[in-house]
T-cell receptor
């Protein structure tokens, strides 16, 4: 079983700050990476996917991928209290399966 | 994103009974759907991959005779928890793979077995 590791947190940031969420993975051959947001008691919601080294921006979110270091991160600019949730990193294993990290809990204080 | 629905959203049943959970893709056809289970404060654990028109592929440690999966059409997969016991109480979530790479999740079903 391939591994995906995340710091469980909580990561606390003040409103308006940049939140930085990190994820490492064990399979050097992985090609597809995803960030999901999960509010308490709800199912995961896809935020971003990234497949190539470098940065990918979508609104306040930026995903960063470094395959050489087996590292993927998610930056949230201008963090809002509504961003408080658990953020799950997922890596595709094989053709279809996703392997999830345990998630990082983010708390944005007003 | 693609829309996936699940029914019921919440179910309470007695020990020994069977519970069926439906997962539907509403605005696309899903040849592959996935069933996950999530216990409190834990991450998602893949139970099985459901392929339309063929047998599901179960993950190691998941009893296929206890968790029956049927993917009879391109928009519907069902998970039946047979002879449910309290330890089966969990949050069951399905997802569907859109053409390409991304998976979208249903809203989940919270199962409580008394």
């Amino acid at each position: 079983q391939k591994e995906v590791e995340q710091n469980s947190g909580p990561l606390s940031v003040p409103e308006g700050a940049i939140a930085s969420l990190n994820c490492t993975y064990s399979d050097r051959g992985s090609q597809s990476f995803f960030w999901y947001r999960q509010y308490s008691g709800k199912s995961p919601e896809l935020i971003m996917s990234i497949y190539s080294n470098g940065d990918k921006e979508d609104g306040r979110f930026t995903a960063q991928l470094n395959k050489a270091s087996q590292y993927v991160s998610l930056l949230i600019r201008d963090s809002q209290p509504s961003d408080s949730a658990t953020y799950l990193c997922a890596v595709r294993e094989g053709f279809q399966k996703l392997v999830f990290g345990t998630g990082t809990r983010l708390l944005v204080s007003p | 994103g693609a829309v996936v629905s699940q029914h019921p959203s919440r179910v309470i049943c007695k020990s020994g009974t069977s519970v069926k959970i439906e997962c539907r893709s509403l605005d696309f056809q899903a040849t592959t759907m996935f069933w996950y289970r999530q216990f409190p404060k834990q991450s998602l654990m893949l139970m099985a991959t459901s392929n339309e028109g063929s047998k599901a592929t179960y993950e190691q440690g998941v009893e296929k005779d206890k968790f029956l999966i049927n993917h009879a059409s391109l928009t519907l997969s069902t998970l039946t928890v047979t002879s449910a016991h309290p330890e089966d109480s969990s949050f069951y979530i399905c997802s569907a793979r859109v053409k390409g790479n991304e998976q979208f999740f249903g809203p989940g079903t919270r199962l409580t077995v008394l």
